[in-house]
């Protein structure tokens, strides 16, 4: 290290000052003389610091929206705390899951119940809402690598993740027609509420089927469910259908839960061939009339 003596330094001290304000005036000149000096001096230090500013912006940034590494450091504790009490909660699940589980096994068992087999089924986009024969109905577009030979997609039933749709009732070999519950050659036996009171949903070309033939003293109940029903053996038990709503003419009918207006994808369900054929629907005439159950 090099010792400077005490004179040479305040010397060095007091022309400190006058050789600043000297170079301060200097470059103030040779800015006046250059206008695009200071504009090229800028450039010249933004292009050098550029990339130091590009490393430290980004930690800079997680900091402050607590996101990344040190973000995270910062909400260790409250992910901890909120993850002990979820997992508290799964727990108690579990122990209510495997009672329920327990429970379900050991009423099968003594009811020798079979469960029925599970459908194959595949997803079909619907690609044109046709009329002609049929006022309501879509078509869908299926293919070869589904692995469904068209002849077993006759009769199946379609449902867009909600509810039942319609049911196939022509299918060739890259394409179904999917008959609504909604078109007036609809005619769906079902099941209301949770008794599973018997009744019969028929389409009416508008927007909402109706019920009639239901049981004698049991007329339906707004707001009841209405599922299917094994009646005629055409639908399996129990797939949502609806919901019972009462119109301005005080006559039952059923608000589909299936978005029939805007339908997009349909999942075409195969149940197992120990159910009836579909009988063909005969091309439809002049309305039949239909008969109502009257009031009691």
Same mark, same amino acid.
């Given at each position: 290290m090099i010792r400077l003596s005490v004179p040479f330094r305040q010397a060095l001290s007091r022309l400190t000052l006058p050789v600043m304000l000297m170079l301060s005036l200097g470059i103030v000149l040779f800015g006046r003389a250059d206008q695009n000096l200071g504009d090229h001096l800028r450039a010249g230090l933004d292009d050098l610091l550029a990339p130091a500013y590009q490393v430290i912006a980004g930690p800079i940034e997680a900091l402050e929206n607590g996101t990344g590494a040190i973000g995270n450091l910062f909400n260790l504790a409250h992910q901890n705390a909120q993850l002990r009490a979820e997992n508290v909660k799964l727990l108690q699940w579990q122990a209510v899951a495997m009672a329920l589980q327990a429970q379900n096994d050991a009423l099968k068992s003594s009811l020798d119940f079979i469960p029925r087999p599970a459908p194959d089924f595949f997803t079909a986009p619907v690609v044109a809402d046709l009329g002609g024969v049929y006022a309501r109905s879509v078509l869908v577009a299926t293919s070869p690598t589904d692995g469904i030979a068209p002849q077993n997609?006759?009769?199946?039933?379609?449902?867009?993740?909600?509810?039942?749709?319609?049911?196939?009732?022509?299918?060739?070999?890259? %394409?179904?027609?999917?008959?609504?519950?909604?078109?007036?050659?609809?005619?769906?036996?079902? $099941?209301?509420?949770?008794?599973? %009171?018997?009744?019969?949903?028929?389409?009416?070309? $508008?927007?909402? !089927?109706?019920?009639?033939?239901? %049981?004698?003293?049991?007329? !339906?109940?707004?707001?009841?469910?209405?599922?299917?029903?094994?009646?005629?053996?055409?639908?399996?038990?129990?797939?949502?259908?609806?919901?019972?709503?009462?119109?301005?003419?005080?006559?039952?009918?059923?608000?589909?839960?299936?978005?029939?207006?805007?339908?997009?994808?349909?999942?075409?369900?195969?149940?197992?061939?120990?159910? !009836?054929?579909?009988?063909?629907?005969?091309?439809?005439?002049?309305?039949?009339? %239909?008969?109502?159950?009257?009031?009691?």
């Open positions: 997609t006759l009769g199946a039933i379609a449902m867009d993740g909600r509810g039942i749709a319609g049911r196939v009732v022509e299918a060739g070999a890259r %394409s179904a027609r999917v008959l609504l519950i909604t078109d007036l050659n609809s005619r769906i036996p079902v $099941g209301l509420g949770v008794k599973g %009171s018997p009744a019969l949903m028929v389409g009416t070309n $508008g927007p909402d !089927p109706k019920l009639l033939y239901w %049981s004698p003293g049991q007329p !339906p109940a707004e707001g009841d469910m209405v599922l299917s029903s094994t009646t005629g053996g055409a639908f399996p038990p129990g797939l949502p259908i609806g919901v019972v709503h009462y119109d301005a003419q005080n006559e039952p009918q059923v608000l589909p839960l299936a978005n029939l207006d805007d339908l997009r994808l349909l999942r075409l369900f195969i149940y197992p061939n120990d159910q !009836p054929q579909l009988t063909p629907i005969a091309k439809p005439g002049k309305p039949a009339r %239909s008969h109502k159950q009257p009031a009691a």
